[in-house]
């Protein structure tokens, strides 16, 4: 099975909006809202910030937000501050014992 | 806070097993899935498997099922990874992470990874 499809990379100024799409197929992404989005900085540790295409765990700002559409999840960040700036990926359950499938990583640059 | 260290050797040779330990600190692997990522270098993030704190309800991938074998010690809070027979394809940076007490599709917690190498 392949990978989830993230765009590589993407970019805004601060106090800017900026979405990332992370697509599968009809398999996964479209079938299960089981979508969840991770932020990494360099050197750090991933941390949870949508589970389930739409909820935000506890501490996580208001100003990141998840969808999904068809095949595709996005994660949408509003109000782009510096510290926004950091590698995200996207992971969807698949079911089944392959279980989990991961996106390739989209690297966010806050201009 | 809870946070998560994996640790083990960095280098193995191939044909030989790898083990890895994830120690859990700040909170207890109880009532927790618990799972294994890796990434090889260059590439993509890979699941590895699950497993509940009990030991119960292990799923490991289809690509890995037969070397593969995740265990856990609530009794030192710890999780642990063997692979047998590897490969320089198993060369990667290895992760612990968990997931939820319900469910193992998403993880509130990462470790670091430590970077295993395969190689004579």
């Known amino acids: 099975q392949s990978a989830l499809t993230q765009p590589a990379s993407v970019s805004g100024a601060p106090g800017q909006s900026i979405t990332i799409s992370c697509t599968g197929t009809?398999?996964?992404?479209?079938?299960?809202?089981?979508v969840s989005w991770y932020q990494q900085h360099p050197g750090k540790a991933p941390k949870l910030m949508i589970y389930?295409?739409?909820n935000r765990p506890s501490g996580v700002s208001t100003r990141f937000s998840g969808s999904k559409s068809g095949n595709t999840a996005s994660l949408t960040i509003s109000g782009l501050q510096a510290e926004d700036e950091a590698d995200y990926f996207c992971?969807?359950?698949?079911?089944?014992?392959?279980?989990?499938?991961f996106g390739g990583g989209t690297k966010l640059t806050v201009l | 806070q809870v946070q998560l260290q994996e640790s083990g050797p960095g280098l193995v040779k191939p044909s030989e097993t790898l083990s890895l330990t994830c120690t859990v600190s700040?909170?207890?692997?109880?009532?927790?899935?618990w799972s294994w990522i890796r990434q090889p270098p260059g590439k993509g993030l890979e699941w590895i498997g699950y497993?509940?704190?009990?030991?119960?309800?292990?799923n490991y991938n289809p690509s890995l099922k037969s070397r593969v074998t995740i265990s856990a010690d609530a009794s030192k809070n710890q999780l642990y990874l063997r692979l047998t027979s590897v490969t320089a394809a198993d060369t990667a940076v290895y992760s612990c992470?968990?997931?939820?007490?319900?469910?193992?599709?998403?993880?509130?917690?990462w470790g670091r990874g430590t970077l295993v190498t395969v190689s004579s």
């Open positions: 992470a968990r997931g939820t007490t319900t469910v193992a599709h998403y993880f509130d917690y």
């Open positions: 700040g909170g207890s692997i109880s009532s927790y899935y």
């Open positions: 497993i509940y704190y009990t030991g119960d309800a292990a």
């Open positions: 009809s398999s996964d992404v479209g079938t299960y809202n089981l």
């Open positions: 389930d295409v739409y």
């Open positions: 992971i969807s359950y698949i079911g089944g014992n392959a279980y989990l499938l």
